[in-house]
T-cell receptor, first 115, second 112 residues
Framework: SQKIEQNSEALNIQEGKTATLTCNYT??????LQWYRQDPGRGPVFLLL?????KEKRKERLKVTFDTTLKQSLFHITASQPADSATYLC??????????????FGKGTMLLVSP | DGGITQSPKYLFRKEGQNVTLSCEQN?????MYWYRQDPGQGLRLIYY???????QKGDIAEGYSVSREKKESFPLTVTSAQKNPTAFYLC???????????FGSGTQLSVL
């Protein structure tokens, strides 16, 4: 069966360090992968999209890698700040039978950045 | 401001009652989606619509119904057939396939 795995335990780091979150998947061949941030009681907010032919994508302090051989994406936040504390979700596209695709989300990893 | 609006923020359902969650977008997006989120769980797709007057079932459509009569609107009805409706419901839109999703602020549905 298809599965997306993100660390269920919260990641606690100190301000200024680099946070690294992992997204592993099985039985998917996604054309692209997306990362979202979700704060408590709010809807997710899009952060980055990376395609299967891209190894790495950067946006300000954020970096995403995508290894289709390992079936893994890593999400990095450099120089982390307490304001980065949130739950981070990865999502993979999944083809439907009608030629469309929808996003399937992992359960997310909570990041806690302490001052 | 362009965006996606969900209402109400909180909703309570009595047993045997149907309730409707509203979702409106002014982003001129073709595609719209409904997801359900339970505590500690990922988002699960209920229904999606690629274009007006067309919609498709997602992974957990049983006990739910939708309509897409206008491009801007995609209401979700939680019917009495949904036996475990308590959850956080999220509506989203996108320009189309392979595009990022824009989410609303969600509706928390609880059973009285």
């Amino acid at each position: 069966s298809q599965k997306i795995e993100q660390n269920s335990e919260a990641l606690n780091i100190q301000e200024g360090k680099t946070a690294t979150l992992t997204c592993n998947y099985t039985n998917y061949s996604p054309a692209y992968l997306q990362w979202y941030r979700q704060d408590p009681g709010r809807g997710p907010v899009f952060l980055l999209l990376i395609r299967e032919n891209e190894k790495e994508k950067r946006k300000e302090r954020l970096k995403v890698t995508f290894d289709t051989t390992l079936k893994q994406s890593l999400f990095h936040i450099t120089a982390s700040q307490p304001a980065d504390s949130a739950t981070y979700l990865c999502a993979l596209d999944e083809a439907t039978g009608s030629g469309y695709s929808t996003l399937t989300f992992g359960k997310g990893t909570m990041l806690l950045v302490s001052p | 401001d362009g965006g996606i609006t969900q209402s109400p923020k909180y909703l309570f359902r009595k047993e045997g009652q149907n309730v409707t969650l509203s979702c409106e977008q002014n982003l001129n997006h073709d595609a719209m989606y409904w997801y359900r989120q339970d505590p500690g769980q990922g988002l699960r797709l209920i229904y999606y619509s690629q274009i007006v007057n067309d919609f498709q079932k997602g992974d957990i459509a049983e006990g739910y119904s939708v309509s897409r009569e206008k491009k801007e609107s995609f209401p979700l009805t939680v019917t009495s057939a949904q036996k475990n409706p308590t959850a956080f419901y999220l509506c989203a839109s996108s320009r189309g396939r392979s595009e990022k999703l824009f989410f609303g602020s969600g509706t928390q549905l609880s059973v009285l």
